[in-house]
T-cell receptor
């Protein structure tokens, strides 16, 4: 079955540095990959989508890469701020409008 | 959370009781979804509906039931057959055929069964 792995350990970084989160997947070749942000006790919020034929996608301080050979996506937040502290979820699109989610990686940005 | 409401935010029930979680959206989306989230695990799909009066089982449908009588509403019933119902439940919607497959989530309902 399809499997998505995200680093279960929290990522702690200093304000101003670049945060890099990893999403690895197996047994699947998704056409699309998404990233969501989730704050404690709240629903996830969509951030970015990247297609299989796109190597990189940017939105403001966010950058996502998608390597279909390695079956991996990297999510970068540049010039990180304490307000970026949250859990970030990777999701693969499967079938029509259905997603498989990873467990997420918690990011803590310290002043 | 915009456009999707879930109620209540916290729900407490005794074991053996059925409970219904509400989900309403005003985004005019065709597709709606129910997920369950447990600590350390990804969101798991319970049921989804692509159109009114139609719905399909997701990966963990046992012990749950849904209905889709109106486009705006997709209530989830957690029955007494669900062996481990305590969890955070999230409802989502998306525009059918959307190019991004972006899903919009509600604020969630935390259900505790004792």
């Amino acid at each position: 079955s399809q499997k998505i792995e995200q680093n279960s350990e929290a990522l702690n970084i200093q304000e101003g540095k670049t945060a890099t989160l990893t999403c690895n997947y197996t047994n699947y070749s998704p056409a699309y990959l998404q990233w969501y942000r989730q704050d404690p006790g709240r629903g996830p919020v969509f951030l970015l989508l990247i297609r299989e034929n796109e190597k990189e996608k940017r939105k403001e301080r966010l950058k996502v890469t998608f390597d279909t050979t390695l079956k991996q996506s990297l999510f970068h937040i540049t010039a990180s701020q304490p307000a970026d502290s949250a859990t970030y979820l990777c999701a693969l699109v499967r079938g029509y409008n259905k997603l498989i989610f990873g467990a997420g990686t918690r990011l803590a940005v310290h002043p | 959370d915009g456009g999707i409401t879930q109620s209540p935010k916290y729900l407490f029930r005794k074991e053996g009781q059925n409970v219904t979680l509400s989900c309403e959206q005003n985004l005019n989306h065709d597709a709606m979804y129910w997920y369950r989230q447990d600590p350390g695990q990804g969101l798991r799909l319970i049921y989804y509906s692509q159109i009114v009066n139609d719905f399909q089982k997701g990966d963990i449908a046992e012990g749950y039931s849904v209905s889709r009588e109106k486009k705006e509403s997709f209530p989830l019933t957690v029955t007494s057959a669900q062996k481990n119902p305590t969890a955070f439940y999230l409802c989502a919607s998306s525009g059918a055929g959307g190019l991004t497959y972006e899903q919009y989530f509600g604020p969630g309902t935390r259900l505790t069964v004792t």
